[in-house]
Nanobody, 127 residues
């Protein structure tokens, strides 16, 4: 059965860093598009970053561009999200997701384009 498992969340101070990991099992993640999304209390789920596996093409939300980096490890069927210069507004539950949709051969950060989701990991940034 296909599944995604996130890890690496936690609490950090403003300006700190965290690295989230997402391990895919039960399917070949390297043949898919993988994305990271987040949802803060009272807000809708929003896209953070996405990567076209194997090819490596990435897409980022404007709010995290230059601070977050999505990467892949095809051997381990894993995708990472390196988060630097964290801000209080980055506080949310972060979800990993897998899909197959490409827009002009690029991954998207639209939640409805993904059909497999992990359980989420909490990230809290305090000032």
């Amino acid at each position: 059965q296909a599944s995604l498992e996130e890890s690496g969340g936690g609490s950090v101070q403003v300006g700190g860093s965290l690295r989230l990991s997402c391990i895919a099992s039960g399917f070949a993640a390297k043949s898919n598009v993988m994305g990271w999304f987040r949802q803060a209390p009272g807000k809708e789920r929003e896209g953070v970053a996405a990567i076209r596996m194997r090819v490596g093409t990435a897409e980022y939300a404007d709010s995290v561009q230059g601070r977050f980096t999505i990467s892949q490890d095809n051997t381990e069927n894993t995708v990472y999200l390196q988060m630097d210069s964290l801000k209080p507004e980055d506080t949310a539950v972060y979800y990993c997701a897998a899909g197959n949709y490409l827009e002009y051969w690029r991954p998207t950060i639209v939640p409805s384009h993904y059909n497999l989701w992990g359980q989420g990991t909490q990230v809290t940034v305090s000032s």
